[in-house]
């Protein structure tokens, strides 16, 4: 089994900063892709930035010079900074990884619970 646990939401002023942290656990073989999708209410979940296993990195134009994605592979973990935040931010964070577990090659995608990021004064 695996799990993606986030952390780092909260409320934040318009202009401020937050830092998300996802970390996976369990039967863990290998991890290709990390990343970040949000959900605003009563809108489609989207995605914010991933990066993969290989160094890629990627970012939707929205997020481009606030955003900033990374990850610590041996603790099997991704962050995403958050500056210049934006009432418009404002969602549910979720995180996401493709992985393959021990004993079983195939590659799963998995979600983790969310966490909410408000944006206002």
């Known amino acids: 089994q695996v799990q993606l646990v986030e952390s780092g939401g909260g409320l934040v002023q318009p202009g401020g900063s937050l830092r998300l942290s996802c970390a996976a656990s369990g039967n863990i073989y290998s991890i290709y892709a990390m990343g970040w999708y949000r959900q605003a209410p009563g809108k489609q979940r989207e995605l914010v930035a991933d990066t993969t296993s290989g160094g890629t990195i990627r970012y939707v134009e929205f997020v481009k010079g606030r955003f900033t994605i990374s990850r610590d592979n041996a603790k099997n973990t991704v962050y995403l900074q958050m500056n210049s935040l934006k009432p418009e931010d404002t969602a549910v964070y979720y995180c996401?990884?493709?992985?393959?577990?021990?004993?079983?090659?195939?590659?799963?995608?998995?979600w983790g619970q969310g966490t909410q990021v408000v944006v206002s004064s």
């Open positions: 996401n990884a493709e992985i393959s577990e021990r004993h079983d090659p195939t590659w799963r995608n998995y």
